[in-house]
Each structure stands twice: as structure tokens, then as C-alpha cells.
């Protein structure tokens, strides 16, 4: 029952953000969001690995200062990166750096492999720190300020309440099954047990939109109505900030953004 209790434990620390805590949350979603499109920007278009890394190094300070929590989100970087990275080195062809029985390292793939990570690295911990000080419910409404289709707001609003709406169904599954198993089980048999939890989620899943949408309709709900727009406050002096952060990466960077590494 280990894979039960920590599928419990996880699922129930999903809606649990707090976000009361972290001085970040006191900025305006709106100026936290323009600010993670800045770096995002930064992070596709810049190609030297010194301004890249001096970007992660703002990143960290910052997490550092406000919301620690971020690094363990650094926990899936080396297994999901490393699996593209790492053969990478190997791949790319370029000047030879050392021997590995048959396969060769380059320059030039450690450069892309460094590269990768590198990005990887800025955008998981930009990201998160939005998540982790901010509500997911002003981050949706935040979308509304880069003028982003309302057909894609309200998808993603809808998904992301389908999330933990298929969460409590999954909660009240296994505890149900825990309830009814007695002693350790074997691991056929934990198959067995676990495997139609799947399937299940697929047919609520799949009865559910069908009455999610007539209750939407039978309340009125029209994609095409007006609706009241919720007043902008941007926290400029947090956004000068990165303002003046990519003017001095973009001066290191050499000022050619569109310049990637081959």
C-alpha cells in the first residue's frame, strides 16, 4: 500500500499553495506574468552561455530571497533533461574533446547539452515561481492582459479544474481500495487492482463534459458574452527590474539575439 498513501499524500498537497507566506505573492499577478514573459524571451533568444547563466543566477538569488521551495523542482530537471542532454554530447558533430569507447565528445554538443540544461533550469524555476506565489485562478486572469483568445483562457481554466476535480475521484478510489485490503499485496496482484483505476478515470471523464457543458448552458453561459474586465495594476518598479536586467544580458549577449547556437 506505499504507492496507495503516496498517491494520498500528493493529492491532497495539490490544492495546498500557500501563498500568504512568500513576499512575492504581494506583487500584482499581471506584473509577475509580463516579468516570466521577459525571461522566457530571454531564455529562447540569448545564446551565450555567460548571459544565460547570469540570467539563472538572478533566478536563484531571487527564489532565495522569496520562495524556496522552487529547488525541488529542480529534482526532474537531470532525469527528463539529462536523457536528451547527455547523448547530445556525443551526437553533434564538432571538434573532438575525448573518447568514450566508440562515441566522441565535441565542443559543440557539450555546448548544446550545457545549453539545454541551462534553459531548462531558467525556465522550471521562472515558471515556478509564478505557481508558487501566485494563485492559479489570477494567474488565468492574468492571460487576459497579453490578449490571449478567450476560447484558450477559459480551456485552460476548465482543464485546470478537471485536474482536481479527477484528483478527489482518484482520492476517493484508493481509499476506498485501502480500506478493503488487508496485509502486503503482491505485485500482480497490485496490478490488477490499480490498472482499471485508469479506465475508470477515462469514463467519468468521458460522462462528464457532456453534463459539464448543459449545466454551463442551462446558467447562461454564452464565450461571446461582455464581460466586466478586471482592472490592471502593474507594479513598475519589480518590472524595471527586469527591464534592466535584459538590457545588460542583451549587451553581453553580444546585441545579435537571433543568433543561435548551432
Not at 529547488?71 to 568514450?100: D, K, R, S, Y
Not at 476548465?158 to 478493503?180: D, G, M, N, P, Q
Amino acid at each position: 500500500m506505499k504507492f496507495v498513501n503516496a498517491t494520498l499524500k500528493s493529492i491532497k498537497a495539490i490544492e495546498k499553495v500557500d501563498t500568504s507566506r512568500s513576499l512575492l505573492s504581494r506583487v500584482n499577478p499581471e506584473t509577475k506574468l509580463l516579468s516570466l514573459i521577459i525571461v522566457l524571451f530571454l531564455m529562447i533568444f540569448l545564446h551565450s552561455l555567460f548571459a544565460l547563466l547570469l540570467l539563472l543566477l538572478f533566478l536563484v538569488v531571487e527564489a532565495l530571497l522569496f520562495e524556496r521551495g522552487v529547488f525541488a523542482a529542480w529534482l526532474f530537471v537531470p532525469l527528463f533533461t539529462g536523457m536528451i542532454a547527455i547523448p547530445a554530447i556525443f551526437m553533434v558533430p564538432g571538434e573532438p574533446i575525448f573518447h568514450f569507447y566508440f562515441l566522441t565528445a565535441t565542443y559543440e554538443g557539450l555546448r548544446a547539452a550545457a545549453l539545454l540544461i541551462i534553459r531548462t533550469l531558467i525556465a522550471v524555476t521562472a515558471v515556478t515561481l509564478l505557481t508558487k506565489t501566485t494563485r492559479w485562478e489570477d494567474v488565468i486572469a492574468s492571460l487576459e492582459l497579453i490578449r490571449l483568445p478567450r476560447v484558450f483562457i477559459l480551456i485552460l481554466f476548465l482543464t485546470f479544474r478537471y485536474i482536481f476535480f479527477f484528483a478527489r475521484i482518484i482520492e476517493s478510489t484508493l481509499l476506498s481500495i485501502k480500506s478493503r485490503v488487508i496485509g502486503k499485496e503482491k505485485s500482480t496482484s497490485t496490478w490488477k487492482l490499480y490498472a482499471p483505476l485508469i479506465g475508470n478515470l477515462f469514463v467519468k471523464s468521458y460522462e462528464m463534459q457532456e453534463k459539464v457543458y448543459m449545466s454551463m448552458l442551462s446558467r447562461g453561459f454564452m464565450l461571446t458574452e461582455s464581460e466586466k474586465k478586471r482592472d490592471v495594476h502593474i507594479t513598475w518598479s519589480y518590472l524595471a527590474v527586469f527591464f534592466a536586467l535584459a538590457i545588460v544580458l542583451v549587451g553581453i549577449n553580444g546585441g545579435a539575439l537571433w543568433q543561435l547556437p548551432l
